[in-house]
């Protein structure tokens, strides 16, 4: 048996059972997840006998680890809210909203929006987006994204900036931005950025992929040596190289020494 964590069923399955006369709450088991989710581990396995209660342990924990929580207090009242790691968990993106954010890249990386129907386009970002408005909150929704590839339709695009989207990441190499055609993507790559006031989207420059960088000080230092001063400096890196099964550490290194390298140049951390 599968159950997603953040489907909105196994949130309505348990608040029915909180919210029926007889009801045993089992939600100090939580805390026996808390050290498992504090290492980053992403598979745990509940051995127990037919009818022994594992399909409400595992609504029980979804509806935890899910968004939902924080909207309707449903675990406000239970007992594993008198743990003091139960603050820790509760609403943490939205709470981490001021330096992490979430947006649309693709359904799943074998896609390429260039080839992709509009139609199937806006329903793989809708079907993104709602889900991850329930995880992670309005709040932790950033409206500069993206897509796989550097690949996306100009209709598709157009509707991205009807639906929240203000600004595309182009590409740090040679390769044309989006549906733009060869000059307008040269002319994100010499001034940092394009106005497509038609469709009402901005394109700025990717200066940065930190896993193409062998010295962070030493890119980071040409850049601000051959720019104006104020230059601003867009780095970007795939989440999935933070995992430890890629050798995360290598990343986190990195992203460690973007930031003591911007504090010591008197940059400052912004979203675009």
């Not at 399909?55 to 968004?67: P, Q, R, V, Y």
């Not at 598709?156 to 993507?185: H, I, M, Q, W």
């Not at 950025?193 to 930190?210: A, E, G, I, P, S």
């Amino acid at each position: 048996m599968g159950i997603f964590l953040n489907s909105a069923a196994p949130y309505s399955l348990y608040e029915s059972e909180v919210k029926k006369p007889y009801f045993v709450d089992k939600t100090k088991l939580l805390s026996e997840l808390f050290p498992f989710l504090e290492v980053g581990n992403t598979h745990i396995c509940i051995t127990r006998p037919r009818r022994f209660g594992k399909t409400m342990i595992a609504n029980m924990i979804a509806s935890f680890l899910g968004k939902r929580k924080s909207e309707n207090g449903l675990f406000e009242s239970l007992n594993i809210s008198q743990n003091k790691e139960y603050i820790k968990y509760k609403n943490q993106y939205e709470k981490n909203s001021s330096w992490l954010k979430f947006g649309f890249h693709a359904l799943d990386g074998n896609v390429d929006y260039n080839n992709l129907s509009m139609k199937q386009s806006i329903r793989d970002f809708n079907l993104v987006m709602t889900n991850l408005s329930r995880i992670v909150g309005e709040k932790s929704i950033d409206n500069v994204i993206r897509i796989h590839q550097y690949h996306a339709k100009e209709g598709f695009v157009s509707f991205l900036s009807k639906n929240g989207v203000e600004g595309l990441l182009s590409p740090d190499d040679e390769r044309f931005a989006y549906y733009l055609d060869s000059t307008k993507s040269s002319y994100i790559r010499q001034f940092d950025y394009y106005n497509d006031k038609l469709n009402c989207m901005m394109f700025y420059q990717t200066d940065v992929r930190l896993e193409q960088v062998k010295s962070v000080n030493e890119k980071l230092t040409k850049i601000l040596n051959d720019s104006l001063i104020g230059r601003q400096i867009n780095i970007f890196t795939h989440e999935w190289l933070i995992d430890l099964r890629f050798k995360g550490w290598k990343m986190k290194r990195k992203i460690k020494e973007v930031c003591e390298f911007a504090v010591n140049s008197n940059y400052e951390f912004v979203f675009l």
